[in-house]
């Protein structure tokens, strides 16, 4: 029997040649884990992806512009869900009868275009939430941010042509349904004002 040396290799020790290969598919980004955040009470192993996160606070803003809707709209209206009800009304009336009256009626031509901005405020509230979680269902999660942008700048517009037309205001008794309503456009993309970080 011929003794073991110790410069050979045993049988149960690997060499090179017998090391399975690497394939390529374990690097494709099909492969990969999406990034996770560890959250605030979570246990070991319990992590939220980037795409949870941005539906949570997406729930949680949806539930800001029902409030808002159920909330004082304006003085003639009561809530935002009866504005949004008489917004087709409203605006055809001003499209109409208003568009060739509105100087009779000493207003100018940006108070007209603030007259006719204002019916629009809810249904484009609205249009804008259900608009992102359709895209967001498809996997779109970038036409939040195009959403949230438009929505908050509509909101702007209008009250910056209401400053010009009627001084400031801030919201109050009659109206803070509205607010409420316009602030919800931040969290149709949280990514993009910094809330994802803040909050997780």
């Avoid at 935002?80 to 031509?109: H, I």
């Avoid at 999660?141 to 400031?168: C, P, Q």
Wanted: hydrophobic letters at 40%.
């Amino acid at each position: 029997m011929v003794p073991y040396s110790k410069d050979e290799k045993g049988w149960w020790e690997t060499t090179p040649e017998d090391e399975p290969e690497r394939s390529d598919e374990d690097t494709t980004p099909e492969n990969k884990a999406k990034p996770t955040y560890a959250t605030e009470g979570t246990t070991t192993g319990e992590t939220r992806t980037e795409e949870e996160i941005i539906n949570s606070l997406l729930s949680f803003s949806t539930a800001a512009l029902a409030i808002g809707l159920i909330s004082p709209w304006n003085w003639y209206h009561g809530s935002g869900l009866q504005a949004l009800r008489w917004s087709f009304e409203d605006v055809l009336f001003v499209l109409t009868n208003g568009l060739f009256n509105y100087s009779e009626w000493g207003m100018t031509p940006l108070g007209y275009i603030e007259w006719l901005m204002y019916p629009l405020l809810p249904l484009v509230f609205v249009t804008t939430f259900v608009a992102t979680w359709y895209k967001s269902r498809e996997g779109d999660e970038e036409f939040g941010r195009k959403a949230s942008i438009f929505h908050l700048s509509f909101f702007g517009i209008w009250y910056l042509l209401a400053f010009f037309n009627w001084g400031v205001f801030f919201p109050s008794e009659w109206d803070y349904g509205m607010w409420i309503a316009a602030a919800s456009g931040i969290g149709l993309h949280p990514t993009a004002y910094g809330l994802k970080e803040r909050l997780f």
